[in-house]
Nanobody, 126 residues
Framework: QLQFVESGGGLVQPGGSLRLSCAAS????????VAWFRQAPGKEREGVSC??????YYSDSVKGRFTISRDNAKNAVYLQMNSLQPGDAAIYYC?????????????????????WGQGTQVTVSS
């Protein structure tokens, strides 16, 4: 059974940093495109970043502050988030789709991904 477990969320002050982890079980992440999405209350789920075949994608709102990485040996993907702002507060989800059928033009679309984690809460507040 394919599963994701996200971790690393929490409360951080503006300007602070967090590192989110997405650990996969039941399948090997190598060969999958993996993305991070976030959803704030009352807002649509939005794509934040994606990694596929050594290529990284970022939304304009996080470019230069967030870094996505993967460790295939640990079967995990990470999101390093720096200079966090109140607008970054949301539940963060990781999602995956087999790279062979993944469309890079749609990396920001939640409908592009087949597998999802349960999410981890990120709160940015002083």
């Amino acid at each position: 059974q394919l599963q994701f477990v996200e971790s690393g969320g929490g409360l951080v002050q503006p300007g602070g940093s967090l590192r989110l982890s997405c650990a996969a079980s039941g399948f090997t992440l190598a060969g999958y495109s993996v993305a991070w999405f976030r959803q704030a209350p009352g807002k649509e789920r939005e794509g934040v970043s994606c990694t596929n075949g050594g290529v990284e994608y970022y939304s304009d709102s996080v470019k230069g502050r967030f870094t996505i990485s993967r460790d295939n040996a640990k079967n995990a993907v990470y999101l390093q988030m720096n200079s966090l702002q109140p607008g970054d507060a949301a539940i963060y989800y990781c999602a995956a789709k087999a790279s062979s059928i993944w469309d890079p033009w749609n990396w920001r679309s939640r409908n592009e991904y087949d597998y999802w984690g349960q999410g981890t809460q990120v709160t940015v507040s002083s």
